[in-house]
């Protein structure tokens, strides 16, 4: 069986990036969105990014961030992947690639079967797709929420690119939601938190265990095949 593949988003420092390697994480996520509890400065960005081991994908999530913004994320920390987690269009995303030359991933948010179609939309342009629970019309965050969605409504479905199953994941409920999807990747930022914002090592540990004995397959050795998807 395929391995598992994790990523922690929202790690904010040093100790949060050594913890969610030592966990055995896939990708580490930073926030550049100045509206959550997760959001870093690009100089907090930069000291975490370097305190990634070889093998651990840093991964910077931008929401509907514009050139300017994204040249500075790239600038100034070293990142292999951008996730884009707002409203960006297929055309956006493909013009973002393009710039950067960087694998990049979009987020769809999932309430109902209406908003599976926007996955295959994405599949053409994106190289991963994130499938996150849709936020709440009044939400503060587009995503971080600790809400899931019918997982059901991914079930063994499978797509033209990797995915990652994310939203309200913790690891109390991340075994079940492989087993009913059959996720490869998974997605965590509030879940392993003691408070918004701070992550908490042993829940890291706890999380990547809980995902990896789901899985069946063990953790993967070396760094994450950012581009296997590209065409
Ligand atoms: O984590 C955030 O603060 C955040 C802010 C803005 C957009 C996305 C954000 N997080 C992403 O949301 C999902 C699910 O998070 P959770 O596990 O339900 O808390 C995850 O993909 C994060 O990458």
């Known amino acids: 069986m395929p391995e598992i593949r994790v990523k922690i988003c929202g790690l904010r420092t040093p100790a949060d990036v050594a913890a969610a390697a030592a966990a055995g994480a896939a990708y580490a996520g930073f926030v550049f969105f100045p509206k959550s509890p997760r959001h870093l400065t690009l100089e907090a960005a930069r000291d975490a990014a370097l305190a ?3 093998g651990l994908a840093k991964v910077a ?3 509907d961030a514009d050139d300017a913004a994204l040249d500075a994320i790239v600038e100034a920390v070293p990142i292999d992947m951008l996730q884009l987690h707002g409203h960006e269009t297929p055309d956006r995303v ?5 710039r950067y030359g960087l694998p990049v991933m979009k987020a769809i948010g999932v309430a109902d079967e209406g ?3 926007a996955i295959f939309d994405y ?11 849709k936020p709440p019309r009044n939400a503060a965050l ?10 059901r409504l991914v079930a063994q479905r499978r797509w033209l690119r990797p995915w990652m199953l994310a939203g309200g994941l913790t690891p109390e409920n991340v075994a079940e939601a492989i087993r009913l999807t059959n996720a490869r990747q998974v997605d965590v930022s509030s879940g392993v938190e003691s408070a918004p914002g701070v992550k908490d090592a042993s829940r890291m540990a706890a999380f990547v265990r809980a995902a990896v004995s789901a899985g069946g397959g063990g953790l993967p050795g070396g760094i994450p095949d950012l581009r296997a998807a590209r065409r």
Do not use: K
């Open 123 to 133: 599949s053409t342009v994106a190289d991963q797709l994130l499938i996150d629970a």
């Open 115 to 117: 908003d599976l179609a």
């Open 61 to 63: 999530l931008t929401v």
């Open 52 to 54: 990634a081991p070889p």
């Open 142 to 151: 587009p995503g971080g929420n600790g809400l899931s969605f019918d997982w």
């Open 94 to 98: 493909a013009e973002v690639r393009a």
